[in-house]
């Protein structure tokens, strides 16, 4: 059964990584319970080790490490109230849209039913290719929720739309679908 205050945080593999840290600690504060999943290409970009500090819960990355006989995508996915991806890159918005579940992020978005959260955030090339605003647009047929992209300049040094939705506006659009 899921649990008001609880949340599932997706990190995925964008350079906006560090603001889901961010995103996490504050999470915290309002005293929700926080349970992050991180993608491999996540854990390129920032510690797992982090976000078990943040949160104060195990991070789960590895399907195949669970410490007991329940499987840890489907325990989180009856647990959590609401999953939050960000940053929600063009691969795991991909993976989501066309039922690829092959990690434990997407894993556990596949077996999911509540309310979801994507924070997308790639190049302006990316995010106004048609494939993935094909995904966008069935997710959201879907009844998925969406804050952002906002604009401005990318980690690249393009200036466009892309960047992730900044900490607060993000948390916002949290406290509207709890």
């Not at 995010?127 to 069935?138: G, L």
């Not at 952002?148 to 960047?163: F, K, V, W």
């Amino acid at each position: 059964m899921a649990e008001k205050n609880a949340i599932l945080l997706g990190v995925t593999g964008g350079i906006a990584a560090y603001k889901a840290a961010d995103l996490c600690s504050k999470l915290t504060t309002l005293n929700y319970d926080v349970h992050v999943m991180m993608t491999d290409a996540a854990r390129h970009l920032i510690s797992d080790k982090l976000f078990f500090t943040l949160s104060r819960n195990p991070v789960i990355f590895d399907l195949w490490q669970t410490p007991t006989w329940r499987p840890g995508h489907i325990e989180i996915s009856e647990l959590c109230s609401l999953m939050v991806i960000a940053p929600c890159t063009a691969n795991f918005l991909g993976k989501y849209a066309n039922g690829i579940a092959d990690d434990a992020l997407t894993t556990t978005a596949m077996a999911y039913n509540g309310p979801v959260l994507l924070a997308p955030a790639m190049n302006t090339r990316m995010w106004h290719s048609p494939a993935v605003q094909r995904n966008c647009a069935a997710l959201r047929s879907w009844g998925v929720n969406f804050v952002g992209p906002g604009s401005g300049r990318l980690a690249c040094g393009d200036n466009g739309e892309g960047r992730m939705a900044e900490v607060p506006e993000i948390l916002a659009k949290v406290r509207e679908l709890i």
